[in-house]
């Protein structure tokens, strides 16, 4: 967004492609694309057909229709004729391309530009800089953390010339990334954060991820970083500034010292002269941050009191874009702790993302940083948000107030402040809409969404969407490109949530989705899903809402399938597409596999369904002890499908690998593959997958217990010494087992793992907490790690996550 004008000729010079077609020799671009979903001003968008999981040369035709005029393809894959009005740039890798005028925007600015990578800490370094040297800068920094090969490229483009200093993040995964990251950012300040001592998967050793991401430093004029985080890995001299507790340190860290009220002192050395912050965080990985963030500040030339009174403001980083039930039937996308075009540009992705409203409104406030004015700015944003979909917007500032001509096509009202926004929001009428908030912290839309979402219980199960998307794209990677996928959302997809995983699966172009009952599917089409859905327990009393919301039924038995025919021949349908179910060995539900020839003959003769597919599953594909009845539930399926393929006129889907099988068993992948519990990041192998749902509660109260008292029913808990007891707001009827009591279960209480006490109650159970710092009302993460917990109690995942209760409110975030 608002990066000057390029013009083709200009790009084509730095692109130098193989082959040249200019159609229109006189366009300009000023956005780049790489997706078809995200087009942001077509006809000045440069798109480039990148090879990630779906190629993007599939989605031309795509691009071309919405009005793209100007591509970036590889050589040999695409006949120009076929795009008689585009300029096309034929070049032998579109992703190097899309680096290389990244890196040749960069190279137009003479500013500081601050790169920061590490394994833990980068964003939220990231965003602390930004914090601490807005006051004197006009800074860009990398939007949440877009920090990959292309995430960096995007960044880059970003800058512009009004940014008087930038901070870009780099991460890579795996060796040889960070010599391309190096080559586009090109930073003048080097910044290393915490390095985990685990070595990726991507790397043979810790030393070897070490001296990797050490690259991106490469001409750099200086590099921050403690020693304690490069373990004497041999890195190549520059010109350091240090920190750590060593007094060879540039910034010796001499005492760290909590303060009270959630604050801590670190007091250091500096040019032997003693210094001092004070923090509003308690815990080691802030506290490292923080002094990151000091070191930046001394080597950019800070003295002493302007660093100590940043330091004391530094504020949480939200960066997290929350979903959440709003009043009036309205979804509320929270984004309240920031407003710049990049965070804003992503913010109305994800409300576009959003099927359960047909209305969509936009509440925004000024722009921090953006002068009243820079008409260009304003006109780009009129543009986006023209793109965007949205019926309804509302402003809160000046400067967006003065500039109303722009966005008369929208239902557009101004206030001058927030206060007169929360005054009039009943005249507003917030209702059955999604609600998009997007504020600059100063703002404090934090008070507004309050007023418009409901108030949560206390316990909450938070559903991280981007580890979801990640996990999905995981998969996706494992799989030939021509095998579909299915993604099994029975139970409220595993416990955790509807329409608000639905969206997400199918904007990812997933193929089906899959429930168990009908009302589920049901559910899924109100909110405004329009994948073919499956429903695999079809209520015989309830054809008429299959047929009336498109839901396509799984057959397992003649008894089902002849009710379905008669009903379907009754209503004079034809051709309901069914899912066709054979039992090849878990004796649940299905077909004999020695019944397909009596079931092609029935079918060959009921016009009234189609078989879209012929599936079976697995009992134990996850199994090694059972792999020769996997393989032979393969075979069987094998031999009922050919029979059912040799039988009927028309051609199906066929596929038995649920998530085990996908990881163990690609002969089992045939046409499509059904996906579940490793969507939710769960119970599987896969290194590259992470957890999606954390169950979180509070403190209610704390007390101490001397000797000899017991704690809870059945006085289960006699204390042999005196302890400090937590109540927290979780029990049973939350779906917090009455198995974990009594020690079993284990929280995390200010980073601290403590045991459960005594027996789980009905709503609440009790830590003991002793020897641990925590205040009542403190946040307590009942669960992270859900295999580690379900075999605590000996049971399996999918039975911890199905159990939480409905009354368990989920929180989705988006980072
Ligand atoms: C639940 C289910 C799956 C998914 O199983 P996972 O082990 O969660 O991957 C696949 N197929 C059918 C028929 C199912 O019921």
Redesign the pocket.
Known sequence: MHAHPYPIALVSQVLSPATVVLARPDASITTLAFDTRKLVEPAKALFFALQGNRDGHAFLADAYRAGVRNFVVLTGVVSSDAYPEANLLFVSDTLRALQDLAAYHRSQFDIPVIGVTGSNGKTIVKEWLYQLLSPRYRIHRSPKSYNSQLGVALSLWQMDSRHTLAIIEAGISQPGEMASLNRMIRPTLGVLTGIGPAHDAGFASREEKIREKWLLFYGAERVIHSPAHIDGADVASTNHFTWGVDHAADLTIIDRREIGEGATEIRAQYKGQPMAITIPFTDTASMDNAITCWAVMLALGYEGEEIAQGMRGLAPVGMRLELKRGVGNCTVIDDSYSNDMASLVIALDFLKQQNQHEKRSVILSDFPGILTDDTAFYQGLAALLAESGIDRLVTVGPDLASHGGLFKFLNHHAFPDTEALIASLPALAFRDETVLIKGARRYRFERLSRLLTEKLHDTVLEVNLQALEANLKAYKAQLPTHVKLMA?V?AFSYGSGSFEIANILQFNQLDYLTVAYLDEGVQLRRAGISLPIVV?SPDIYAFESLLRHRLEPEIFSFPVLESFVAYLEEREVAAFPIHVKFDTGMHRLGFAPEDAPKLVDYLVSAPQVRVASVFS?LAAAGDSAHDDFTRMQIRSFQQAADTMEAGLPYPFLRHIA???AIERWPAAYFDMV?????LYGIGRSMASLSQVGTMKTTISQIRRVPAGESVGYGRQALLETDRTIATVKVGYADGYDRRFGNGVGRMVVRGHEVPTVGNICMDMCMLDITGVDAVEGDEVIVFGDVDAMAELIGTIPYEILAGISQRVKRVYYYE
């Not at 059904?674 to 490793?678: A, T």
């Open positions: 099994m029975k695999m599953h649920n998530t085990a059904r996906l579940g519990i490793g």
